[in-house]
Nanobody
Framework: QVQLVESGGGLVQAGGSLRLSCAASGTIFSWTAMAWYRQAPGKQRELVASISRGGNINYADVVKGRFTISRDNSKSTVYLQMNSLKPEDTAVYYC???????????WGRGTQVTVSS
């Protein structure tokens, strides 16, 4: 069973930075596609960034140039560096994992990011 634990959320002023981490267990991490999603109050969950097991990266248009996703296979951890944060980035951020050959979506419990204006 895949377990994901997010950390690094918090309260930051607009223009500030945060780095989220997601530690994974129960999977061969290097064979697992990872992603960050977010969900703001009253809105649907949306993809923020993804990184495949081969290192291919995709970003939502609204975060391109500000957010960077990366992974450290030796630590079974995926990161989301968030710079130039805006109030509209306020949301609960969720880590997602999809092991190779599996159609099961695995989710962490989420970490709150609040950006004040």
């Amino acid at each position: 069973q895949v377990q994901l634990v997010e950390s690094g959320g918090g309260l930051v002023q607009a223009g500030g930075s945060l780095r989220l981490s997601c530690a994974a267990s129960g999977t061969i991490f290097s064979w697992t596609a990872m992603a960050w999603y977010r969900q703001a109050p009253g809105k649907q969950r949306e993809l923020v960034a993804s990184i495949s097991r081969g290192g291919n990266i995709n970003y939502a248009d609204v975060v391109k140039g500000r957010f960077t996703i990366s992974r450290d296979n030796s630590k079974s951890t995926v990161y989301l560096q968030m710079n130039s944060l805006k109030p509209e980035d306020t949301a609960v951020y969720y880590c997602n994992a999809r092991p190779f050959g599996s159609t099961v979506e695995n989710w962490g419990r989420g970490t709150q990011v609040t950006v004040s204006s």
